[in-house]
């Protein structure tokens, strides 16, 4: 009992922590509310984000620009670099930030809406997020920095 109730609280789905190594740091993928790490390590604490990332109308059109991530980095348990999210983001981004690798800049805590919010805000420095749903279409988020 106690060895399923480990699993379910890491937020894992079987593989991947053990695969990339054991560290906590390669085991978190995208939705940062595994109840690891808290005030220490700037998640939901921070006042502003930088981040880049990648919107699509069509749910089918981020699902291809997210396998591209999974098969050069994130299927191997590795951080996509900013420079190869930029060029995805260039080619696949329906947004005029696209033109600029997706680059949002530093972003303070109320500017963006929703669930764009939630995940930039959630997703720990270097790490790429799932895709999402906002109303404006599908996201991928590549959160580069925080600060106060």
């Known amino acids: 009992m106690g060895k399923d109730a480990k699993a379910?609280?890491?937020?894992?789905?079987g593989k991947g922590k053990a695969a990339a190594g054991g560290?906590?740091?390669g085991g978190s993928k995208g939705k940062g509310k595994s109840g690891k790490g808290g005030a220490s390590d700037g998640l939901g604490t921070c006042t502003y984000v930088k981040a880049r990332h990648i919107l699509c109308e069509k749910q089918g059109k981020i699902n291809e620009a997210y396998k591209k991530l999974q098969g050069g980095w994130l299927g191997n348990?590795?951080?996509v670099p900013p420079a190869e999210f930029a060029k995805l983001a260039a080619e696949y981004s329906e947004c005029p930030s696209g033109k600029k690798g997706?680059?949002?800049g530093w972003f303070p805590r109320g500017k963006m809406a929703g669930p764009f919010q939630e995940v930039a805000f959630s997703t720990p420095v270097g790490a790429t997020s799932a895709?999402?749903?906002s109303t404006h279409?599908?996201?991928i988020i590549l959160c580069e920095g925080r600060k106060n």
């Open 8 to 13: 379910k609280e890491g937020g894992g789905k």
């Open 23 to 25: 560290g906590d740091e």
């Open 77 to 79: 348990g590795d951080k």
């Open 102 to 104: 997706g680059d949002l």
């Open 131 to 133: 895709a999402f749903k």
């Open 137 to 139: 279409g599908y996201h």
